[in-house]
C-alpha cells in the first residue's frame, strides 16, 4: 500500500458526493471518479439496480466515463478514487484500463479484491502494477453505507409490522 496526501482526501470527498447520489435514489452508496493532472475526467456511482446492470458498479462507470472523454480504452498515469474497496471485477477492469493508482476509502470485508478477500493486484500474472492506498477518508466512507443498511433494515421493519 502507497502512502497518500491532502489531494487524496480533497478527491474521496468528491467520492463521497457521488457516494451519496447513489444513496439516493436507492442504491448502496458506493462513488468512484478518475484523477489524471489533477483533473476529473471521470465520474461513476453504483447503479446495478436502477441501470438493470450487475456490472455497473461506482468503478465501472468512472472507467468508461473517463475512457469516453479521453477517447482511449488505457488511461496509465491516472488515479481511480473510490470509497469503497474494488471487488475482483473492478480490480479487473482497473487492470485492464491501465490506471496507475488506486485509492479507495473502506476495506469491504466480504468481496474487497485488494486486500480483505483476496489480493488480486499482488497476482503474479498480471501485466499491469497498480500502486494502491487505503484508509483515506475510511470513517465517513464506511459511515454512508452503514447508514444505508441501517436505514434499510428500518425500512423492511416498519413494512413487516
Known sequence: ???????????MGRALELAAQA???GEVPVGALVVLGDREIGAG??????????TAHAEIRALR???????????SGATLYVTLEPC???VGAIVHSRISRLVYGAAE????AVESARRTLEEPHLNWEVAAASGILQNQC????SDFFSRRRE???RQRK
Open 65 to 75: 466515463d473517463a475512457a469516453a472523454r479521453v477517447g482511449n480504452y488505457r488511461l
Open 88 to 90: 475482483t471485477m473492478c
Open 23 to 25: 444513496a439516493s435514489i
Open 155 to 157: 425500512e423492511i421493519r
Open 109 to 112: 470485508p466480504k468481496a474487497g
Open 1 to 11: 500500500m502507497s502512502h497518500h496526501d491532502a489531494r487524496d482526501e480533497y478527491w
Open 142 to 145: 464506511s459511515q454512508i453505507i
Open 45 to 54: 456511482f453504483n447503479a446495478p439496480i436502477t441501470g438493470c446492470d450487475p
